[in-house]
């Protein structure tokens, strides 16, 4: 099992930034891939941001060149820099990790328990 402990949400005005953390811990080299998934009220959940252990990144293309993942190794947490939100970006984040071997177009194997962020206006 892996555990993953999101931090870093909370409110924040339109324009401003945010950064979340996904720490993991627990039998993680099972786990290759990790990112972030949002769902808003009443919307599907899907995919923000992932990164392989390698360095590999994909962004969905509501944030492409506004947020940026990266992770440590070392420490096994991946974060998500969150530059000029919108209220649109409000939504649950969840941190999410894939098992080795599996595309980040699969369903993740682990989830966070999520993290709020609100932009307002």
């Known amino acids: 099992q892996v555990r993953l402990v999101e931090s870093g949400g909370g409110l924040v005005q339109a324009g401003e930034s945010l950064r979340l953390s996904c720490a993991a811990s627990g039998n993680i080299f099972s786990i290759d891939t990790m990112g972030w998934h949002r769902q808003a009220p009443g919307q599907q959940r899907v995919s923000v941001a992932v990164?392989?252990?390698?360095?590999?990144?994909n962004y969905g293309d509501s944030v492409k060149g506004r947020f940026t993942i990266s992770r440590d190794n070392a420490k096994n947490t991946v974060y998500m820099i969150m530059n000029s939100l919108t209220p649109e970006d409000t939504a649950v984040y969840y941190c999410?990790?894939?098992?080795?071997?599996?595309?980040?177009?699969?369903?993740?194997?682990?989830w966070g328990r999520g993290i709020q962020v609100t932009v307002s206006s």
């Open positions: 999410a990790a894939y098992l080795r071997g599996r595309s980040w177009f699969a369903k993740p194997e682990y």
């Open positions: 990164i392989t252990s390698g360095g590999t990144i």
